[in-house]
């Protein structure tokens, strides 16, 4: 069983920043693409950003120059730093593993962004 362990998330004010970190498989880590996504309530799972397993990173508009995502092949994970938060960041953020056409996701980790 594939698990991948979130980490990070919390309340912030607008404008604040926060952290989320995905510890993956290490055996699978660097064959894979990998992404976090986000729920906001009443609305549908939306990526937020990916990065394939050669590096390359791909971001959704609305948090194209405030969030980044990155790999560390020392520890392991991939992060997503978020900066300029705002309240439509609100969701629950879930990172995912793509690998030869699954996907595996982790649980979720709340983002509250207070205006």
């Known amino acids: 069983q594939v698990q991948l362990v979130e980490s990070g998330g919390g309340l912030v004010q607008a404008g604040g920043s926060l952290g989320l970190s995905c510890a993956a498989p290490?055996?699978?880590?660097?064959?894979?693409?990998m992404g976090w996504y986000r729920q906001a309530p009443g609305k549908q799972r939306e990526l937020v950003a990916l990065i394939t397993r050669d590096g390359t990173t791909n971001y959704a508009d609305s948090v194209k120059g405030r969030f980044t995502i990155s790999r560390d092949y020392a520890k392991v994970t991939v992060d997503l730093q978020m900066n300029s938060l705002k309240p439509e960041d609100t969701a629950v953020y879930y990172c995912?593993?793509?690998?030869?056409?699954?996907?595996?996701w982790g649980q979720g980790t709340q983002v509250t962004v207070s205006s």
């Open positions: 995912a593993l793509h690998l030869r056409g699954i996907d595996y």
């Open positions: 290490g055996g699978m880590f660097s064959t894979s693409d």
